[in-house]
């Protein structure tokens, strides 16, 4: 059963390891724009529907309510903007979860608890202070969009790179001064964002990847670089 009155656009199923035989996910699509969203957790708890996606933005929370542990169908959770260091070890138990955004809070690690949520395929850790991504990122194999935009990070560990169904990578605004070759594996990625670092120059096997967008401003690049890669990758809108 899903959201009342909300419909199916698509035939593409997303395998999940059911808690209720019944229930189906949502494609990313129908997330964003059919999902009815719930905008406090007490809405959330009263209602008679099955509530898939769920906004506490700007709430002013230091923690994560334990509420949400009553929500077993949540596809859709939106935390920004609050106070937030760390997640609660039952956001591990949501099995449906796909998109969690944490922008605009108070993370210093990353959050490893997701690692348990089989299904996720969004991550968005935008101004946060990070310093560090994990060497063991790779346990989020199905992983399609993540971002680390305006955090402190100074290095790439290579294992973020084994996340092959990568499409989006938001590394922007940190302090990254080399990006390593395995960079290359990742054959879906279609935009990558590497603007404000101390970047000079990128792995030369990105001129045989199909990213359509590459951001490349304000980083220590020379034109003359900046146009040899244009030259090298005509499909690629590369911004500098």
């Known amino acids: 059963m899903l ?9 593409t199923k997303i395998e999940v ?27 959330a708890l009263n209602s008679d529907e099955e509530v898939i996606k769920l ?3 700007r709430d002013g929370l230091s923690k994560v309510p334990e509420g949400i542990a009553r929500l077993p169908y949540i596809q859709s959770l939106d935390l920004v903007g609050n106070h937030l260091e760390d997640l609660p070890a039952f956001i591990g138990n949501m099995r449906y979860l796909q ?25 968005l850790l935008k101004n946060n202070q990070l310093k560090h991504i994990p060497h063991d990122i790779n346990k989020l194999k199905g992983l399609k969009h993540i ?6 990070i100074e290095k790439i560990p290579k ?54 967008t590459l951001v490349l401003s304000q980083n220590p690049m020379s034109i003359v670089y900046i ?11 590369i911004e500098f």
């Open 227 to 237: 146009e040899t890669l244009r030259f090298a990758m005509p499909d690629t809108h």
């Open 159 to 212: 294992s973020l790179f084994d996340l092959i169904e990568l499409e989006t990578l938001g590394l922007r605004g940190n302090r990254i001064s080399q990006i390593p070759e395995s960079l290359c594996r990742l054959t879906n990625l279609k935009k990558l964002n590497l603007r404000g670092n101390n970047l000079t120059r990128l792995p030369d096997c990105v001129t045989s990847m199909s990213i359509e």
């Open 99 to 123: 998109n969690i955004y944490l922008n605009d809070n108070q993370f210093k690690t990353f959050p490893k608890v997701l690692y348990k949520c089989r299904n996720l395929q969004s991550v």
């Open 55 to 57: 906004v506490l933005v």
């Open 3 to 11: 959201v009342s009155g909300l419909l199916l656009s698509c035939n």
């Open 17 to 43: 390891d059911t808690i209720d035989d019944s229930h189906q996910m949502l494609s990313e699509s129908e997330l964003y724009y059919k999902a009815r969203a719930y905008r406090n957790l007490e809405d």
């Open 147 to 152: 971002t680390f935009t305006n955090n402190r």
